[in-house]
T-cell receptor, first 109, second 115 residues
Framework: DQQVKQNSPSLSVQEGRISILNCDYT??????FLWYKKYPAEGPTFLIS?????DKNEDGRFTVFLNKSAKHLSLHIVPSQPGDSAVYFC????????FGTGTRLQVFP | DTGVSQDPRHKITKRGQNVTFRCDPI?????LYWYRQTLGQGPEFLTY????????KSRLLSDRFSAERPKGSFSTLEIQRTEQGDSAMYLC?????????????FGPGTRLTVL
């Protein structure tokens, strides 16, 4: 069973607009979440994380929001840039990482 | 470059052969993880080490798979009697022990193709 779910396999956004990537989880014991970005033929690159004691964490153009009651987190990228085009994975940390299936983001001019 | 490195980057083998992959973590990281990723899926956990001790193995890790980290530095992942279903990207990651940092840093991966 999939404990971390990314229900949108793809997202297309115009350059300069906001990209919102969503992630749901089932295990209420998860207490730390991470977002990774992956380009083809490369390993995932860490982007941003959030602890369950917070509901928001911001780093430059990237903001992660956590709604514990809904077991939902989202990654906002604003403004979106063509270089953001990649696959984005959310993950829950349980020492090991439990990943979602990813969302492919395409940012077009 | 002080990131995680993996060798080889690509491996093509015939069914039934044995293969071995190597991972060199970031030098000060005491935890080392192996994941496997297939097309359309996120990385799936296989096993991890803290220093030289193997602390957890996934049910995905059949008895054909073995991993070692003999001196607490680099690690090897061996697959014996490879099957076509073993074709995947094998990813290595390293981190400091939990409680200090959760972030894992990934290598570029080894892409295995079993013919």
């Amino acid at each position: 069973d999939q404990q971390v779910k990314q229900n949108s396999p793809s997202l297309s956004v115009q350059e300069g607009r906001i990209s919102i990537l969503n992630c749901d989880y089932t295990n209420s014991m998860f207490d730390y979440f991470l977002w990774y970005k992956k380009y083809p033929a490369e390993g995932p690159t860490f982007l941003i994380s959030i602890s369950s004691i917070k509901d928001k964490n911001e780093d430059g153009r990237f903001t992660v929001f956590l709604n514990k009651s809904a077991k939902h987190l989202s990654l906002h990228i604003v403004p979106s840039q063509p270089g953001d085009s990649a696959v984005y994975f959310c993950a829950a940390s349980e020492d090991k990482l439990i990943f979602g299936t990813g969302t492919r983001l395409q940012v077009f001019p | 470059d002080t990131g995680v490195s993996q060798d080889p980057r690509h491996k093509i083998t015939k069914r039934g052969q044995n293969v071995t992959f190597r991972c060199d973590p970031i030098s000060e990281h005491n935890r080392l993880y192996w994941y496997r990723q297939t097309l359309g899926q996120g990385p799936e956990f296989l096993t991890y080490f803290q220093n030289e001790a193997q602390l957890e193995k996934s049910r995905l890790l059949s008895d054909r798979f073995s991993a070692e980290r003999p001196k607490g530095s680099f690690s090897t992942l061996e697959i014996q009697r490879t099957e076509q279903g073993d074709s995947a990207m094998y990813l290595c990651a390293s981190s400091l022990a939990r409680g200090l940092a959760h972030e894992q840093f990934f290598g570029p991966g080894t892409r295995l193709t079993v013919l």
